[in-house]
């Protein structure tokens, strides 16, 4: 990997040649790409199909025009309008929740225009058949962006040090890396070909470097001289390409904050005037509303589950201390599933496959039934339906040392499910406690009603296909 000395980086590392190397870009292949990100192909393809759909359906050639005319001036609409809101919780929803969103949006409008409107989509299926379209048009287009390497966003990274190796080696790593970086602008000579990408220039050719490459994206990394940076990109902005910081784009792209690279200053931004508000009665009624819900579905479970875990011989419930909201101490309930003499050396981080969970225990974490008690700590206020998973006192003091901002992830109230349990697995040491981290601070920006909804339905397969820990 990359070493640190004082405070030079000597960036050697050893990647995927074919996830991160950097070719000429055709025409053709430059046309494409921007007709797919900035959504022309799109919508054409949904002009088509709302006339095969309308011609389909439609009795009249009239009829046939001005229903095809209304399903692509909404489901266009829609869908823009889907993606605009969605921007900054992108790996929330993923594809196919961007897909299903659009669709369904698109279906909405489409309906209320044909209240007012008889001549528009009489038959109810013409609707169903137009938002199937638009769901599978939209998956397509973000599956092509992934997939297809020459469709695939290009990105000039400006700056250096181990922030843009660590971005590089997640790029080259991530199978589903939609990104295509076409090289660094850095003054330092050490960054030159990292991992396969080129160093194109210093910050004073950075203007041309641009007008070169003509990329659709450029991530500033760079920590000092940054409006030097700023009026480069701002003397070649007519070339049509977008700006963002690295912390930004980590979380846009992958849903998570790079923590060695947050300041205090970061944090300002969850307290900006601009900041979606998501407010404590909202969060609070969504928390009710699901754990009531959750408690009425399985109530016929308790029983035989209590039955199950007694077979094990000890305790049906097991009770333990975690850290709350604000630090406070609260006693979380779970259906026991390791042995009583679990932690007779004392406190032990739980690993994935622990050796001292039983076999009803093992059947339990898997499908996670065995945090179904939660639910009555929700009732209680002492937990959230998300948030972060909450940690145990005993390795607090180790944490708040080794892990920047650690203590600062109570400024959420604990969940039972979240995006860093959604996103990452067992935590049984520092490094994997700071990627966790990572995701929780993802959440602490973004957290909002819709991404609430949105985690619990991704926590949702591992309940079905019994994919938990």
């Not at 309308?54 to 889907?82: G, I, M, Q, Y």
């Not at 369904?104 to 309906?111: F, I, K, Q, Y």
């Not at 077979?311 to 097991?318: A, I, M």
């Amino acid at each position: 990997m990359a070493t640190a000395e004082a405070g030079k980086v000597p960036l050697e590392l050893v990647l995927p040649s074919e996830r991160l190397t950097v070719v000429d870009e055709p025409a053709a292949s430059a046309v494409a790409r921007r007709m797919l990100l900035y959504g022309h192909s799109r919508v054409f393809a949904t002009l088509v199909t709302s006339v095969i759909v309308a011609a389909s359906f439609e009795a009249t050639l009239a009829s046939a025009l001005v229903t095809s005319l209304v399903f692509t001036c909404s489901w266009t609409l829609a869908v823009h309008v889907a993606e605009r809101s969605l921007q900054t919780v992108q790996a929330a929803a993923g594809r196919f929740g961007m897909a299903a969103i659009g669709a369904l949006s698109g279906a909405a409008v489409a309906s209320g225009v044909s209240f007012w409107l008889r001549a528009v989509a009489e038959s109810r299926a013409e609707v169903v058949t137009m938002a199937a379209a638009s769901f599978t048009l939209v998956l397509a287009a973000e599956v092509a962006r992934e997939r297809i390497a020459v469709l695939r966003p290009r990105v000039l990274l400006v700056g250096g040090g181990r922030s843009v190796l660590d971005l590089l080696e997640v790029l080259a790593y991530d199978d589903r890396n939609p990104f295509t970086v076409v090289g660094i602008v850095d003054d330092d000579s050490a960054a030159s070909g990292i991992g396969g990408v080129p160093r194109l220039g210093d910050l004073h050719s950075l203007a041309a470097v641009v007008a070169m490459e003509k990329p659709d994206l450029v991530v500033v990394a760079q920590t000092r001289g940054r409006p030097e940076v700023f009026s480069c990109l701002a003397s070649a902005a007519s070339l049509g390409f977008r700006v963002v910081g690295l912390p930004e784009f980590c979380e846009q792209a992958f849903g998570r904050v790079p923590v060695r690279n947050v300041t205090d200053a970061w944090f300002m931004s969850v307290i900006h005037l601009y900041q979606r508000s998501y407010s404590r009665a909202t969060k609070r009624a969504f928390d009710l509303v699901v754990a009531l819900a959750g408690i009425l579905v399985a109530a016929p479970l308790f029983p035989l589950l209590a039955v199950l875990v007694r077979s094990t011989k000890g305790p049906v419930f097991y009770r333990q201390t975690r850290l709350g909201e604000n630090g406070r101490p609260f006693s979380i309930l779970k259906f026991r599933t390791m042995t009583v003499d679990a932690e007779s050396k004392g406190a032990v981080w739980a690993v994935e496959h622990d050796p001292r969970t039983t076999r009803v225990g093992r059947l339990l974490r898997r499908i996670r039934l065995d945090e179904l008690p939660q639910l009555i700590n929700v009732l209680r206020g002492e937990m959230s339906i998300v948030g972060p998973r909450p940690e145990r006192p005993e390795f607090h003091a180790m944490l708040e040392e080794n892990v920047p901002f650690w203590s600062r992830r109570h400024l959420l109230k604990p969940g039972i499910t979240g995006w860093a349990q959604v996103r990452a697995g067992y935590a049984a040491d520092a490094q994997s406690t700071e990627e966790k981290l990572a995701y929780d601070l993802w959440y602490l920006r973004h957290q909002s009603l819709l991404v609430d909804f949105l985690i619990c339905m991704r926590t949702l397969p591992s309940l079905f296909f019994a994919t938990g820990r």
